[in-house]
Structures are given as C-alpha cells and as structure tokens.
C-alpha cells in the first residue's frame, strides 16, 4: 500500500461520513479497499475507541502507521482531515447566521437520528461476522448497561471491562 492510496482512502472516508464516520470507515476500509478484514477491523476500532481521541482519528494514524510508518500515519491523518476541514469551515459561517431559524433546527434533529440510525446499523453489520461467544456477548451488555443505562463515565467503563475481557481472552 502506497501513501497515495491512504491517502486517497482517507479523504473519501472523509468526505463521505456525514454525521460520524462508523458506517462508512467500515464500508471503506473492509468492502472497499480490503485493508482489514471484519474481525481485524473490530478489533483495531475498539482499540481505537478506549484511546484519547476521535476514533476514526486513531484508526488513521494505526493503519497509516501499519502499512507506511510515522508518514502514513500523518498522510492518512491529514487525508481524513481535509475535506471536513474545509466543509467545516464553510459550514460555520453559515450556521451562524441561519441556525436560529425553525426549519434549520428541524433539519439538524433529523440528522441526528438518521446519525443513530446508522451507528445502530453499522454494529449490527460488525457483530453479523464476528463468531459468537458468550463472554463477548456479557462484556458488549456490561458495556451498554453501564454507559447507556447507569450513564457511568466511560473511563469507569473501560477501566473495568478491558481488564476483564483480557482475563476472558487468556482463558480461552
């Protein structure tokens, strides 16, 4: 893989995920580009999801790193960065004069549930492939229990359910 390619995938998983980059990053760098395959893809995600930082933000500099070094890291970064950069930017300008009116606030609460809409189908997507195991399905339920239900905080989360999915996958 060269960093033109990272690049040129970063930058469309970019420009194409509006609303979070969940469904698209998987459809791109497993369906599209055959980077990862859906369990590898799962695994680097959670990794990159208990990491500091926007998720897909660390799924560019891991794989940049993976297939080119520091340097795919950066032009991985830099390719998933620059076009909502510029979006964003453009944006900003706008909803500032336009966001206080009616039909632009109805505008924003249907793009978040379509957002939802698409994280939900993205993990069922995810979870379709993965073997099933038991222990994974009482970590995931731990896991929605204490962050949806109880609304724990997430470092709580993870500083109790990475510990106990390693004691699970080294007694496998």
């Known amino acids: 893989m060269t960093r033109r390619e ?27 580009r055959r980077w990862l395959d859906d369990a590898e893809f799962a695994s680097l995600l959670g ?9 897909t933000c660390n799924l560019a500099v891991m794989l ?13 970064l830099a390719g998933l960065l620059a076009a909502p950069l510029a979006f964003l930017v453009a944006v900003a300008s706008l909803f500032t004069t336009f966001s206080t009116l009616p039909d632009v606030r109805a505008a924003l609460y249907g793009a978040t549930a379509a957002a939802a809409g698409l994280a ?19 970590l995931a339920a731990a896991a929605f229990v204490g962050s949806a239900l109880l609304r724990l905080p997430l470092p709580l989360i993870l500083a109790v359910l990475v510990p106990t999915s390693f004691v699970f996958a080294s007694r496998r």
């Open 6 to 32: 990272l690049f040129l995938g970063f930058f469309k998983l970019g420009a194409l995920a509006f609303g979070g980059t969940g469904p698209i990053s998987r459809a791109i760098i497993v369906e599209d």
């Open 47 to 55: 990794l990159c999801q208990a990491l500091p930082g926007a998720n």
């Open 120 to 138: 939900i189908g993205t993990a069922l997507k995810m979870t379709a492939k993965i073997p099933f195991d038991p222990w994974v399905v009482l």
């Open 64 to 76: 940049g790193d993976r297939f080119c070094g520091a340097t795919g890291a950066a032009v991985a």
